[in-house]
């Protein structure tokens, strides 16, 4: 069972909000070093969960 399998458990809100949170973490680990790549693997994960959703552009 991977990290991701656990979203699956999950209502498609709180699934979001994890998958959101791991996404700020890992920016503030990387100090946003790899902010872009991050959203992008962010954004495949939540897709090949079925959770596509519009995202407006990050700053």
Known sequence: MG???RF???GQHRAKAMSDAAEKEVNEK???KYTGQVDDAQ???EG???M????????
């Open 43 to 45: 954004q495949k994960i």
């Open 48 to 50: 090949a969960m079925g």
């Open 3 to 5: 990290i991701f399998d």
């Open 52 to 59: 596509d959703r519009d995202r407006p552009e990050q700053q």
């Open 30 to 32: 990387t100090g946003t």
């Open 8 to 10: 699956k458990g999950h």
